[in-house]
């Protein structure tokens, strides 16, 4: 009996952080999901763990990656929006791609109507997923006792403020504590493909690393419009040259060293070698215009 009464007051408590918005009913541990450029040459990721572990033991941290190309926020938002959908309410996502780490830009911890929390500065990282998801607030980080101490450096946010107010938030402490409400953020506007009479213009906006595949940002719907069928030859134009590669469904449609365009898992045009580097190859370099014509 006494198990049992445990249980429930147990119980009621994680369901009364839940209605105050902190960690919901069923995350036993809280979940902190990191993601940076910093790399792993050096001890930048380490020392923001230990700052967490230090505020909030239980954490359980995730990486996203750290090998967001540097300075690149544009990446950065969107490993973060493609992330975010497998993880569950009250995940807090740790996001440092800072380019203008000790200027005036905020640091700030956003809500998204998911009920999952972003740490990270107003620079236009959260759009992909706010735009996907829905805001609920944002704060920005101010309070002194949600950083690492008084004497905050300009140049590692990540360890002295963006890390401890992950904590803070992991342990299940009020995120309005952090500090004023902001009622605006930054925006990211990336490049968007157009269809046009005579077909798409978009972008190849990235390299499938480690494999050298062509990310483009033209949705796969879209392509869909200009007539193609799987194993169809498909001509597009890549930074200002002609190709013809087949539309099939997967790599191994096409024999070993063989170039091919498919729809990629996140629902894009992909460029790629059936186990081969298409980057290296045609000697592509991210970013570039693609522009592909509607089936003849």
Same mark, same amino acid.
């Given at each position: 009996?006494?198990?049992?009464?445990?249980?429930?007051?147990?119980?009621?408590?994680? @369901?009364? $952080?839940?209605?105050?918005?902190?960690?919901?009913?069923?995350?036993?541990?809280?979940?902190?999901?990191? $993601?940076?450029?910093? %790399?792993?040459?050096?001890?930048?990721?380490?020392?923001?763990?230990?700052?967490?572990?230090?505020?909030?033991?239980?954490?359980?941290?995730?990486?996203?990656?750290?090998?967001?190309?540097?300075?690149?926020?544009?990446?950065?938002?969107?490993?973060?929006?493609?992330?975010?959908?497998?993880?569950?309410?009250?995940?807090?996502? @740790?996001?440092?791609?800072?380019?203008?780490?000790?200027?005036?830009?905020?640091?700030?911890?956003?809500?998204?109507?998911?009920?999952?929390?972003? !740490? @990270?500065?107003?620079?236009?990282?959260?759009?992909?997923?706010?735009?996907?998801?829905?805001?609920?607030?944002?704060?920005?980080?101010?309070?002194?006792?949600?950083?690492?101490?008084?004497?905050?450096?300009?140049?590692?946010?990540?360890?002295?403020?963006?890390?401890?107010?992950?904590?803070?938030?992991?342990?299940?402490?009020?995120?309005?504590?952090?500090?004023?409400? !902001?009622?605006?953020? +930054?925006?990211?506007?990336?490049?968007?493909?157009?269809?046009?009479?005579?077909?798409?213009?978009?972008?190849?906006?990235?390299?499938?690393?480690?494999? %050298?595949? $062509?990310?483009?940002?033209?949705?796969?719907?879209?392509?869909?419009?200009?007539?193609?069928?799987?194993?169809?030859?498909?001509?597009?134009?890549?930074?200002?040259?002609?190709?013809?590669?087949?539309?099939?469904?997967?790599?191994?449609?096409?024999?070993?060293?063989?170039? @091919? !365009?498919?729809?990629?898992?996140?629902?894009?045009?992909?460029?790629?070698?059936?186990?081969?580097?298409?980057?290296?190859?045609?000697?592509?370099?991210?970013?570039?215009? +693609?522009?592909?014509?509607?089936?003849?």
């Amino acid at each position: 009996m006494h198990s049992m009464a445990r249980r429930a007051v147990l119980l009621l408590v994680s @369901l009364w $952080l839940a209605a105050c918005g902190g960690r919901p009913a069923d995350q036993t541990r809280p979940i902190i999901v990191f $993601l940076t450029d910093f %790399g792993t040459a050096n001890d930048a990721v380490a020392i923001c763990k230990a700052v967490i572990i230090g505020i909030a033991p239980d954490a359980r941290i995730m990486d996203v990656t750290h090998q967001v190309r540097p300075f690149s926020i544009e990446e950065g938002a969107r490993f973060l929006a493609g992330v975010t959908p497998y993880y569950p309410p009250g995940t807090v996502f @740790l996001a440092v791609v800072d380019p203008g780490v000790g200027t005036s830009r905020k640091a700030v911890i956003v809500k998204s109507k998911k009920r999952q929390f972003f !740490v @990270l500065p107003d620079n236009g990282l959260i759009t992909p997923v706010l735009d996907r998801d829905g805001l609920e607030g944002a704060r920005e980080i101010t309070n002194p006792a949600w950083m690492i101490g008084d004497r905050i450096s300009s140049t590692f946010h990540g360890r002295d403020i963006f890390s401890p107010a992950a904590a803070h938030l992991a342990a299940g402490e009020d995120w309005m504590l952090a500090g004023p409400e !902001v009622s605006e953020l +930054v925006r990211l506007n990336p490049t968007v493909a157009m269809v046009e009479e005579g077909g798409i213009s978009g972008q190849v906006i990235d390299l499938d690393d480690p494999f %050298g595949s $062509l990310i483009t940002n033209i949705p796969g719907d879209d392509f869909k419009k200009l007539g193609y069928s799987l194993e169809d030859k498909v001509t597009l134009r890549i930074d200002k040259k002609t190709y013809t590669f087949p539309y099939e469904k997967t790599f191994m449609g096409v024999p070993v060293g063989q170039p @091919l !365009v498919y729809i990629d898992s996140r629902g894009r045009v992909g460029i790629a070698i059936n186990q081969g580097d298409f980057s290296k190859r045609f000697n592509i370099t991210p970013p570039v215009p +693609v522009f592909i014509s509607p089936k003849q």
